[in-house]
Protein backbone atom coordinates (compact mmCIF):
# COMPACT_ATOMS: atom_id res chain seq x y z
CA UNK A 1 0.00 0.00 0.00
CA UNK A 2 1.08 3.34 -1.19
CA UNK A 3 -0.59 5.55 1.05
CA UNK A 4 -3.25 7.95 -0.06
CA UNK A 5 -3.70 8.16 -3.87
CA UNK A 6 -5.92 11.56 -4.67
CA UNK A 7 -6.72 11.51 -9.21
CA UNK A 8 -6.26 13.83 -11.28
CA UNK A 9 -3.81 15.65 -9.63
CA UNK A 10 -4.43 18.75 -11.54
CA UNK A 11 -7.85 19.47 -13.40
CA UNK A 12 -8.44 22.70 -15.68
CA UNK A 13 -12.27 23.23 -16.42
CA UNK A 14 -14.15 26.23 -17.66
CA UNK A 15 -16.72 27.42 -15.37
CA UNK A 16 -20.14 25.44 -15.61
CA UNK A 17 -18.51 22.04 -16.09
CA UNK A 18 -18.89 19.63 -13.82
CA UNK A 19 -15.97 17.92 -12.25
CA UNK A 20 -15.28 14.72 -10.09
CA UNK A 21 -12.10 13.81 -7.93
CA UNK A 22 -11.08 10.28 -6.81
CA UNK A 23 -9.76 9.58 -3.59
CA UNK A 24 -7.85 6.27 -2.91
CA UNK A 25 -7.13 5.17 0.86
CA UNK A 26 -5.10 3.27 2.98
CA UNK A 27 -7.05 -0.12 2.34
CA UNK A 28 -7.63 -0.81 6.55
CA UNK A 29 -8.83 2.76 6.91
CA UNK A 30 -12.77 2.73 7.59
CA UNK A 31 -12.93 6.73 7.91
CA UNK A 32 -11.99 9.10 4.73
CA UNK A 33 -12.05 13.03 4.76
CA UNK A 34 -11.97 15.53 2.39
CA UNK A 35 -10.81 18.96 3.11
CA UNK A 36 -10.40 21.91 0.72
CA UNK A 37 -7.56 24.22 0.71
CA UNK A 38 -7.55 28.00 -0.93
CA UNK A 39 -3.99 29.41 -1.12
CA UNK A 40 -2.91 30.91 1.58
CA UNK A 41 -5.13 29.39 4.08
CA UNK A 42 -5.25 26.05 6.38
CA UNK A 43 -7.71 23.27 4.88
CA UNK A 44 -11.24 23.46 5.40
CA UNK A 45 -13.50 20.49 6.89
CA UNK A 46 -15.66 18.99 3.42
CA UNK A 47 -17.28 15.50 4.97
CA UNK A 48 -16.05 12.33 6.21
CA UNK A 49 -16.93 9.03 5.95
CA UNK A 50 -16.87 5.72 8.03
CA UNK A 51 -16.97 2.98 6.00
CA UNK A 52 -19.46 3.79 3.20
CA UNK A 53 -21.90 6.16 5.90
CA UNK A 54 -21.25 9.87 5.31
CA UNK A 55 -21.37 11.07 8.77
CA UNK A 56 -21.02 14.79 8.49
CA UNK A 57 -20.80 17.30 5.86
CA UNK A 58 -19.81 20.57 6.27
CA UNK A 59 -21.89 24.33 5.71
CA UNK A 60 -19.34 24.57 3.35
CA UNK A 61 -20.46 22.29 0.92
CA UNK A 62 -23.64 23.38 -0.93
CA UNK A 63 -25.60 21.39 -3.13
CA UNK A 64 -23.23 21.25 -5.93
CA UNK A 65 -20.99 18.90 -4.37
CA UNK A 66 -21.75 15.25 -3.51
CA UNK A 67 -19.53 13.17 -2.16
CA UNK A 68 -19.59 9.03 -2.36
CA UNK A 69 -18.09 5.76 -1.15
CA UNK A 70 -20.02 3.29 -2.35
CA UNK A 71 -18.30 0.04 -1.03
CA UNK A 72 -16.44 1.75 1.96
CA UNK A 73 -13.40 1.99 0.05
CA UNK A 74 -12.43 4.79 -2.54
CA UNK A 75 -14.28 8.13 -2.46
CA UNK A 76 -15.75 10.40 -5.08
CA UNK A 77 -16.08 14.42 -4.97
CA UNK A 78 -18.00 15.20 -7.72
CA UNK A 79 -18.68 19.43 -7.86
CA UNK A 80 -21.48 20.33 -10.27
CA UNK A 81 -21.94 23.28 -12.72
CA UNK A 82 -18.43 24.67 -11.12
CA UNK A 83 -17.66 28.45 -10.38
CA UNK A 84 -14.37 30.21 -10.31
CA UNK A 85 -14.61 30.42 -6.51
CA UNK A 86 -14.18 26.57 -6.28
CA UNK A 87 -10.57 26.16 -7.74
CA UNK A 88 -8.62 25.47 -4.76
CA UNK A 89 -6.46 22.10 -3.59
CA UNK A 90 -9.14 19.32 -2.80
CA UNK A 91 -7.19 16.73 -0.32
CA UNK A 92 -8.39 13.46 0.92
CA UNK A 93 -7.14 11.88 4.45
CA UNK A 94 -8.06 8.68 5.66
CA UNK A 95 -7.81 6.79 9.03
CA UNK A 96 -8.56 4.04 10.85
CA UNK A 97 -10.98 5.06 13.46
CA UNK A 98 -10.62 2.68 16.75
CA UNK A 99 -12.66 1.95 19.74
CA UNK A 100 -14.21 5.20 21.06
CA UNK A 101 -11.64 8.34 19.80
CA UNK A 102 -13.67 11.23 18.26
CA UNK A 103 -13.08 11.39 14.67
CA UNK A 104 -10.54 14.37 15.50
CA UNK A 105 -8.33 11.86 17.54
CA UNK A 106 -7.41 9.51 14.72
CA UNK A 107 -3.68 9.63 13.08
CA UNK A 108 -4.37 11.17 9.49
CA UNK A 109 -2.66 9.90 6.46
CA UNK A 110 -3.18 12.91 3.79
CA UNK A 111 -3.19 12.15 -0.64
CA UNK A 112 -1.03 14.59 -2.43
CA UNK A 113 -4.15 16.72 -3.25
CA UNK A 114 -6.16 17.46 -6.60
CA UNK A 115 -6.07 21.15 -7.66
CA UNK A 116 -8.99 22.52 -9.14
CA UNK A 117 -8.35 25.44 -11.50
CA UNK A 118 -11.57 26.95 -12.90
CA UNK A 119 -11.85 29.26 -15.42
CA UNK B 1 -17.74 25.95 17.17
CA UNK B 2 -14.02 24.98 17.54
CA UNK B 3 -11.21 27.41 16.75
CA UNK B 4 -8.17 26.85 16.52
CA UNK B 5 -5.37 29.95 16.32
CA UNK B 6 -1.77 29.71 15.45
CA UNK B 7 1.19 31.75 15.56
CA UNK B 8 3.50 33.31 14.19
CA UNK B 9 1.70 33.15 11.03
CA UNK B 10 5.75 33.84 9.27
CA UNK B 11 8.93 33.27 10.76
CA UNK B 12 12.48 33.32 9.21
CA UNK B 13 15.51 32.55 10.94
CA UNK B 14 18.42 31.03 10.64
CA UNK B 15 20.13 27.51 10.54
CA UNK B 16 20.73 26.18 13.58
CA UNK B 17 18.34 27.74 15.53
CA UNK B 18 15.62 26.74 17.82
CA UNK B 19 12.29 27.02 16.38
CA UNK B 20 8.81 27.80 18.27
CA UNK B 21 5.17 27.34 16.57
CA UNK B 22 2.64 28.21 18.83
CA UNK B 23 -1.23 27.18 18.87
CA UNK B 24 -4.09 27.61 20.94
CA UNK B 25 -7.45 25.71 20.94
CA UNK B 26 -10.98 26.21 22.16
CA UNK B 27 -12.94 23.70 24.06
CA UNK B 28 -14.01 21.19 22.27
CA UNK B 29 -10.99 20.19 20.80
CA UNK B 30 -9.62 16.50 22.03
CA UNK B 31 -6.87 15.88 19.88
CA UNK B 32 -3.89 18.13 18.38
CA UNK B 33 -2.28 17.33 14.98
CA UNK B 34 0.68 19.10 13.89
CA UNK B 35 0.69 18.80 10.19
CA UNK B 36 3.57 20.11 7.46
CA UNK B 37 2.81 21.05 3.99
CA UNK B 38 5.27 21.73 1.52
CA UNK B 39 5.09 24.10 -1.48
CA UNK B 40 3.73 21.79 -3.65
CA UNK B 41 1.20 21.02 -1.63
CA UNK B 42 1.56 17.60 -0.01
CA UNK B 43 0.65 17.21 3.87
CA UNK B 44 2.24 15.38 6.23
CA UNK B 45 0.91 14.06 9.67
CA UNK B 46 3.56 15.14 12.26
CA UNK B 47 2.01 14.09 15.38
CA UNK B 48 -1.12 13.55 16.95
CA UNK B 49 -1.49 14.33 20.04
CA UNK B 50 -4.15 14.64 23.22
CA UNK B 51 -1.78 14.63 26.60
CA UNK B 52 1.85 15.18 27.30
CA UNK B 53 4.69 15.56 24.78
CA UNK B 54 5.65 13.55 21.79
CA UNK B 55 9.32 13.72 20.07
CA UNK B 56 10.45 12.60 16.81
CA UNK B 57 13.85 12.95 15.17
CA UNK B 58 14.25 16.73 16.10
CA UNK B 59 10.88 17.77 16.10
CA UNK B 60 8.93 17.52 19.46
CA UNK B 61 5.51 18.60 20.18
CA UNK B 62 4.18 19.51 23.38
CA UNK B 63 0.34 20.00 24.57
CA UNK B 64 -0.96 21.66 27.80
CA UNK B 65 -4.62 20.54 28.51
CA UNK B 66 -5.47 23.11 30.95
CA UNK B 67 -4.12 25.84 28.87
CA UNK B 68 -5.70 24.98 25.08
CA UNK B 69 -2.20 25.28 23.75
CA UNK B 70 0.04 23.50 22.27
CA UNK B 71 3.97 24.09 21.03
CA UNK B 72 5.64 22.69 18.01
CA UNK B 73 9.56 22.95 18.53
CA UNK B 74 12.44 22.22 16.21
CA UNK B 75 15.89 21.66 17.16
CA UNK B 76 19.12 22.60 14.75
CA UNK B 77 16.90 23.94 12.24
CA UNK B 78 17.68 22.98 8.66
CA UNK B 79 17.06 24.72 5.85
CA UNK B 80 14.87 21.40 4.68
CA UNK B 81 12.14 22.29 7.55
CA UNK B 82 11.22 24.98 5.39
CA UNK B 83 7.16 24.52 4.90
CA UNK B 84 3.99 25.66 6.38
CA UNK B 85 3.65 24.02 9.69
CA UNK B 86 -0.01 23.60 10.56
CA UNK B 87 -1.90 23.15 14.28
CA UNK B 88 -5.64 21.06 13.51
CA UNK B 89 -7.88 20.61 16.58
CA UNK B 90 -9.51 17.29 16.52
CA UNK B 91 -13.21 17.32 18.17
CA UNK B 92 -16.30 15.31 18.04
CA UNK B 93 -16.98 17.44 14.70
CA UNK B 94 -13.49 16.58 12.68
CA UNK B 95 -10.38 18.81 12.66
CA UNK B 96 -10.51 22.39 12.32
CA UNK B 97 -6.97 23.74 11.01
CA UNK B 98 -4.94 26.51 11.78
CA UNK B 99 -4.16 29.46 9.39
CA UNK B 100 -0.71 27.52 9.03
CA UNK B 101 2.79 28.93 9.86
CA UNK B 102 5.13 29.67 7.15
CA UNK B 103 9.09 28.60 8.10
CA UNK B 104 11.67 29.51 6.35
CA UNK B 105 15.23 28.27 7.48
CA UNK B 106 18.18 30.34 5.84
CA UNK B 107 21.41 28.72 5.21
Known amino acids: DTGVSQNPRHKITKRGQNVTFRCDPISEHNRLYWYRQTLGQGPEFLTY????????KSRLLSDRFSAERPKGSFSTLEIQRTEQGDSAMYLC?????????????????FGAGSRLTVL | KNEVEQSPQNLTAQEGEFITINCSYS?????LHWLQQHPGGGIVSLFMLSSGKKKHGRLIATINIQEKHSSLHITASHPRDSAVYICAGGGADGLTFGKGTHLIIQP
Open chain 1, 49 to 56: FQNEAQLE
Open chain 1, 93 to 109: ASSKATGTLTSGANVLT
Open chain 2, 27 to 31: VGISA
